[in-house]
């Protein structure tokens, strides 16, 4: 059997991935606006509320993580504004983005592909990534929404590219390896990539495209703060197991991320237990 | 220490419950420390600082059960690693020991 042939078809050259990403539905410009200016908090929380209010699935999606457990809010938030008041805007755009990324990518059919397991460990983190950052006193909010978006990526192939990804996933369960490599057998190319062609095309923030393009292999010390702890916090993820896939694996770990966050033994044990138990709080609504 | 977690919030927290980990506010900074007994006046204090939800401890795990509990975890754990090791270019060996304290239930410190 010529296997190579028989792939041909799921090949995704240059072209056919952003004819693809074309024709993804923009993100809502609200959210574009959050993260282009992810650097700033002083948002006009009227022109937000506003823009916000043109679209009822993304308030209503929002308002569903804001009553969450995990913002310890217990259902009083009924609006945006009161969102901000007592969330702070910070919060708020985390829940946006997290809320606007569920609408573009809905659930689709695509065989072996659990999209409440690919939520769980962009969730988990994204929590992690964001403790890591408060242990090492650097930016919170980047650390959290660059976890959450990592593996972007998987989720324009999983969505856009349904049969391709079945193989993939074919081809992982029958050899028994990482989806990256999985990936590039099947595919010739990688989430990753992909990750970054929709990073240029939504104009992501560097510190975020940052992330995504170095999530497995962060360069050497010094390029991002940020991409090294999404490196560690995505190996402590996998390996709590909080996605729960039977055949997970844990990726490698880069030493350079890990000698970036430079956390000592005891460190490393809270940083689990939080990440658990900060985790615990908002896996009844993923 | 072979206690069993549970999540409540403030509103189903009892004096004479006993926290399970320290409870930290937005800085990160310990309020209360973990073990601490819950009084009806912590409770007051903790409605006062907006803590809606805690972490108590639910019970206690038997030597036994215990025992099962992190046979089964660090089984799943070098499943999950079953790709790792050996290698000196990446920390995964450092993560996987550290993960296997954890699992084992090393309390941090």
Not at chain 1, 199 to 213: G, K, L, N, S
């Amino acid at each position: 059997m010529n296997l190579a042939a028989e792939h041909d078809a799921d090949r995704i050259g240059p072209d056919r991935l952003a004819e693809q990403i074309e024709q993804l539905p923009a993100l809502p410009e609200v959210v574009m606006d959050l993260l282009q200016n992810i650097d700033r908090e002083d948002v006009d929380i009227g022109v937000l509320a506003r823009k916000m209010s043109h679209d009822q699935t993304l308030t209503a999606k929002a308002l569903r993580f804001a009553n969450s457990p995990f913002y310890g809010t217990q259902g009083k938030i009924s609006s945006i504004q009161q969102a901000i008041t007592l969330l702070g805007m910070k919060t708020v755009r985390q829940i946006l983005t997290a809320a606007a990324l569920a609408s573009v990518f809905p659930d689709n059919r695509c065989k072996g592909f659990e999209f409440r397991a690919f939520w769980r460990h962009a969730m988990g983190t994204a929590i992690c990534a964001r403790l890591l950052a408060r242990m090492l006193h650097l930016n919170q909010d980047f650390a959290f929404t660059a976890g959450l978006l990592h593996d972007i990526g998987r989720l324009v192939l999983v969505t856009r590219f349904p049969h391709s990804y079945e193989q993939v996933i074919a081809y992982r369960d029958e050899h028994d390896i990482f989806l990256l490599d999985a990936e590039r057998s099947i595919l010739g190319t990688d989430h990753v990539a992909v990750g970054l062609a929709l990073a240029e095309r939504w104009r992501f923030p560097e510190v975020i495209r940052h992330a995504i393009a170095g999530h497995h292999t962060p360069e050497p010390l010094g390029s991002s703060s940020i991409a090294s702890l999404v490196n560690v916090a995505n190996g402590i993820v996998h390996a709590l197991d909080l996605a729960a896939v039977d055949n997970d694996l844990v990726p490698p770990v880069s030493l350079d991320a890990w000698r970036n966050v430079g956390l000592d033994d005891a460190a490393y044990l809270r940083l689990f237990r939080e990440t658990e138990v900060e985790f615990e709080k908002i896996s009844s609504i993923l | 220490m072979p206690i069993i977690r549970k999540q409540v919030s403030l509103d189903e927290a009892q004096p004479g419950m006993v926290l399970s980990d320290a409870l930290l506010d937005a800085h990160g900074n310990v309020m209360l420390a973990a073990g601490m007994e819950l009084s009806a006046s912590t409770i007051a204090a903790l409605r006062r600082h907006q803590i809606e939800s805690l972490s108590i401890a639910a019970g206690m795990l038997s030597e036994e059960e215990l025992e099962g509990r992190r046979r089964r975890d660090v089984a799943r754990l070098e499943h999950l690693f079953r790709k790792q090791g050996g290698g000196d270019t990446d920390a995964s060996d450092l993560l996987h020991a550290l993960m296997r304290r954890y699992r084992l239930g090393e309390e941090p410190a």
